[in-house]
């Protein structure tokens, strides 16, 4: 398998990243066990001199691998991913945040379950949650594993750690990509793709390194992103992903996270949507 598989690697970049944690992002994909065949890095709007920097440091490290675009402006991160999407290559398409970590063996484990699966479109591992040091913090994201579980955890949950995830280019181009969102534009996605009859999966392994801090629950704390989020559950309500009782359910848990305060938000999200790690 390791002789003839290739994929691409997707990730967004924009000014608000760390110039140093892009490259630790990079180098963690360029430590696969299986090699990406591709990098397609797409710049959302003007960056630092640092971060381009970072950027021509990944290009001299890997000599074609990388394919880098430039946006006159920031389209967000749904618009940026599109634009990516079209340019792999690969049917096999590995995301990446551009301040997190993939463990060597990620991408091989997540192939190898999409290859046992062909009827999978999209497979994605476990997070083992860091501080904004980059140490542990002792929290995990769980998702399930199997596509009956993934499709019941989605009836109230994102089935999917995003980051984590590979996904068959031609079903997520068939779903029509990201939609126009700066919010769950990623279960959007997921629920397009279950519904029109692909299958998802989860390896059972934390193969990823997710960076949190206080930054990521204050994302959630406004007007405009709860309006759009619960537009998203019911598009997903809508399409028979879940019932109306899970609809209103999902739907006051968001506006309530719009509402508390950011301590408030961390403690419910650490001690009621994650697990701890022994």
């Not at 892009?22 to 994909?29: C, L, P, R």
């Not at 598009?235 to 301590?263: N, T």
């Amino acid at each position: 398998m390791k002789d003839n598989i290739k994929y691409s690697v997707l990730m967004a970049v924009y000014s608000g990243d760390d110039p140093s944690l892009i490259k630790a992002a990079a180098d963690s994909m360029l430590s696969q066990t299986i090699k990406p065949d591709q990098f397609v890095i797409v710049v959302d709007g003007p960056v630092s001199d640092e971060i381009e920097e970072a950027l021509r440091s990944l290009m001299r490290e890997a000599p074609g691998l990388f394919r880098i675009v430039a946006r006159r402006r920031n389209r967000g991160l749904a618009s940026s991913l599109n634009l990516g999407l079209r340019l792999c290559k690969n049917e096999f398409v590995a995301r990446m945040d551009a301040d997190d970590v993939s463990l060597p063996e990620r991408c091989e484990k997540e192939l190898e379950a999409l290859m046992a699966a062909p009827d999978a479109a999209v497979c994605g591992c476990q997070i083992c949650e860091t501080g904004e040091d980059g140490k542990p913090n002792g929290i995990m994201r769980t998702v399930p594993c199997t596509e009956a579980e993934v499709r019941k955890f989605m009836r109230k949950r994102q089935p999917f750690n995003h980051p984590t995830v590979i996904y068959r280019k031609s079903a997520v181009l068939a779903c029509g990509g990201y939609p126009g969102l700066r919010r769950k534009e990623d279960f959007d996605l997921f629920s397009r793709l279950l519904s029109s009859g692909y299958e998802g999966i989860n390896i059972p392994e934390a193969l990823y390194l997710y960076r949190a801090g206080d930054s990521n629950y204050r994302r959630r704390k406004s007007l405009q992103n709860c309006l759009s989020a619960i537009r998203v559950y019911w598009r997903h309500f809508k399409r028979g992903g879940c019932g109306l009782g899970d609809f209103l359910l999902i739907s006051c848990a968001e506006a309530a996270f719009a509402v508390l305060p950011v301590g408030a938000v961390k403690y419910l999200s650490e001690n009621f949507l994650r697990e701890k790690s022994e």
